[in-house]
């Protein structure tokens, strides 16, 4: 596709549920990112992919959260037993060069995830 | 550790007027710098970049330009109008590393005509 697409675009569901989010990134970008976003705060990286393989993941906020990239394009982000404190915009965001600071990334526009 | 600081808003002004947004860092080495904008229901776009000390990025009439001096990357334009209205975020990407961004928390700016 032209952007980056993430689905769904909303999704509410109950505490202790587990969810799965969608990334499709620009077809050929190696480098995915998966960010959060908090009400009224900057987006906070959560895991680097470089490949299939997850680079750095040092973001990722406790066990329950875990990310995949079996095939080096899509990404799935997971999210075990949910939580109220998980609700958030979930970010996803790619990059033709892995490395190197000053290229751009390309966002999608997010997953609204509400945990009741 | 690596942090970007910026204006709080939100911020009104008047169609015409002169926008700045404070932005400074806190980095080791040579951080690239950026100001991405969300307009609304939008993803996250980006405004400009500036890769190295003293360089200025510009589009879409904005501005802003990497002073290591003060470790600052203000956002700048000149004359607003009611379509600048979004989010504006200030971002460095340390080029040590896997183009990771850290983000400011956003600023609000709303135009009024």
């Known amino acids: 596709g032209a952007g980056v697409s993430q689905t769904p675009s909303n999704k509410v569901t109950e505490k202790g549920k587990y969810v799965e989010l969608r990334c499709d990134p620009i077809?050929?970008?190696?480098?995915l990112y998966w960010y959060r976003q908090s009400l009224g705060q900057g987006p906070e990286f959560l895991i680097y992919f470089q490949g299939t393989g997850a680079a750095d993941d040092s973001g990722l906020p406790n066990d329950r959260f875990f990310a995949v990239r079996p095939e080096g394009s899509v990404s799935t982000l997971k999210i075990q037993r949910t939580e109220r404190g998980d609700s958030a915009v979930y970010l996803c965001?790619?990059?033709?060069?892995?490395?190197?600071?000053?290229?751009?990334?390309?966002f999608g526009q997010g997953t609204r995830l509400t945990v009741v | 550790g690596n942090s970007v600081t910026q204006m709080e808003g939100p911020v009104t002004l008047s169609e015409e007027a002169f926008l700045t947004i404070n932005c400074t860092y806190t980095?080791?080495?040579?951080?690239?710098l950026f100001w991405y904008v969300q307009y609304p229901g939008e993803g996250l776009q980006l405004l400009l970049k500036?890769?190295?000390?003293?360089d200025k990025g510009s589009n879409k009439g904005f501005e802003a330009t990497y002073r290591k001096e003060t470790t600052s990357f203000h956002l700048e334009k000149g004359s607003v109008q009611v379509s600048d209205s979004a989010v504006y975020f200030c971002?460095?990407?340390?080029?040590?590393?896997?183009?990771?961004?850290?983000f400011g928390k956003g600023t609000k700016l709303s135009v009024k005509p």
């Open positions: 077809s050929g970008h190696t480098a």
């Open positions: 980095a080791t080495g040579y951080p690239s």
């Open positions: 971002a460095l990407s340390d080029q040590g590393s896997q183009g990771n961004l850290i």
């Open positions: 965001a790619s990059r033709e060069i892995p490395t190197g600071g000053g290229s751009e990334a390309f």
């Open positions: 500036a890769t190295k000390a003293d």
